[in-house]
């Protein structure tokens, strides 16, 4: 005969092991990617549901990217420049690598969303144009986990660029869409830039 103190202890430890199965069942929050989710058969199960799927998605953002050359934490750097980049008044031919914060707001100390990573190289000799080829990686929000690929070209003097979205991972898988930038701040001493980003994106 089971004591009434080892029944509540049972029933204790019973509810106990619920609630952790409950929890490991339940489904993610939505924008949020289970690395399972990112195995080729989900993969293929997400594939299957697009003929069910009864329209897109369109999804709009809004950060500040920071793109730091100075200082002793820069967030990109130079890889490589051609024979002529140093005579060339576009610097054409130089390459940067960058790991660039993205913030909600244009302060250096605003809260960080995600990082842009990848390289950009001045591909114009006419004038200031960069080929721009990188990601957008979504750290923090309902987005955390999710990427969207970007490359175009990126005329920085404009006022406004607009940049394609070819692709996208996690939350943005075949997302297609227009990055438009604008520089809020640029120092042509150090080559400092803080640029707005407004995005514009369909995914399913």
């Not at 293929?44 to 003929?51: G, Q, T």
């Not at 960069?130 to 990427?147: A, E, I, P, R």
């Not at 692709?167 to 042509?188: M, P």
């Amino acid at each position: 005969m089971v004591r009434p103190r080892m029944r509540k202890t049972t029933l204790s430890f019973l509810l106990v092991v619920f609630a952790i199965v409950m929890t490991a069942m339940a489904p993610p929050v939505h924008g949020q990617i289970n690395p399972d989710d990112q195995s080729p058969k989900a993969v293929e199960r997400w594939f299957k549901k697009l003929a069910h799927a009864k329209q897109e998605k369109l999804t709009k953002l809004h950060f500040y990217f920071h793109d730091i050359l100075s200082g002793n934490k820069p967030t990109a750097v130079q890889v490589a420049q051609a024979n002529i980049t140093s005579k060339s008044p576009t610097l054409f031919g130089i390459v940067n690598v960058m790991d660039d914060p993205l913030t909600v707001g244009p302060e250096p100390d605003s809260r960080i969303i995600g990082s842009a990573q990848g390289l950009y190289a001045s591909a114009s000799q006419e004038d200031v144009g960069l080929l721009m080829t990188l990601n957008f990686v979504f750290t923090d929000g309902k987005y955390n986990g999710s990427t969207l690929s970007i490359l175009g070209h990126n005329p920085v003097f404009h006022k406004y660029r607009e940049l394609p979205i070819l692709g996208g991972s996690g939350v943005f898988r075949l997302a297609r869409g227009i990055a438009t930038a604008k520089t809020h701040t640029f120092n042509a001493t150090t080559g400092d830039a803080i640029v707005e980003y407004h995005v514009i994106v369909m995914h399913y």
